[in-house]
């Protein structure tokens, strides 16, 4: 069982790290089509119609936003962008806190009971393709590195929150939980 500061705050920046990279890297990648003989008739009329179009998580929203979806863009801001980085910003302080002798906060406690929304966005996005992948033709989705980057930050802030909840509580609290765990 970790109870080491430093170890946790640099799962703490690896999440960091994951997370800017998951929100600028390509996230997924969309080949339209719409079949033979429909595509050599489109190739001729408007080609840029069938051109790749690659986007980010962060790319997708300021879309989403730009394309009358501003709604859809704001709450996707809020819980991909907004709500993470909020989130691993009271992480870090907990843990300063902690190692300094005083309790987790407030910040702390809400951070605990909304990580539950921490996978809304990933969840966006597999619904979109799983659209995306019903709709008539050939159109096909390739999902980017960006994507699992974004799943890591995710889950490595999941448990950097775990980890901080057991920093919080007392040694022996933590030793007989293990022990009522293990029988």
């Known amino acids: 069982m970790m109870r080491s500061p430093l170890t946790l705050r640099l799962v703490i920046v690896a999440a960091s790290v994951l997370l800017g990279l998951g929100l600028v890297a390509p996230c997924m990648t969309i080949q339209p089509s719409m079949g033979e003989p429909w595509d050599s008739w489109l190739r001729l009329l ?18 989403l936003m ?25 992480l870090w302080w907990a ?26 966005d990933v969840m966006v996005i ?3 393709i799983v659209a995306i992948k019903g709709l008539p033709g050939d159109t096909q ?32 609290a933590v030793e007989g939980a293990s022990a009522e765990d293990a029988s």
């Open 95 to 120: 843990v300063d806190a902690l190692k300094q002798g005083k309790p987790g906060g407030v910040a702390l406690w809400i951070t605990h009971h909304a990580g539950k929304f921490s996978m809304l």
């Open 46 to 63: 408007d080609p840029s119609e069938l051109q790749p179009t690659t986007y980010s998580i962060l790319g997708g929203i300021l879309e």
């Open 66 to 90: 730009r394309t009358d979806s501003l709604g859809l863009g704001l709450i996707l801001l809020a819980f991909s962008v907004l709500f993470p980085v909020f989130k691993l910003a009271t």
């Open 126 to 128: 597999a619904v979109f």
């Open 141 to 172: 989705v390739t999902i980017g590195w960006g994507l699992f980057a974004f799943a890591g930050a995710v889950v490595l802030s999941m448990l950097a929150s775990l980890l901080v909840k057991r920093l919080e509580a007392p040694p022996n």
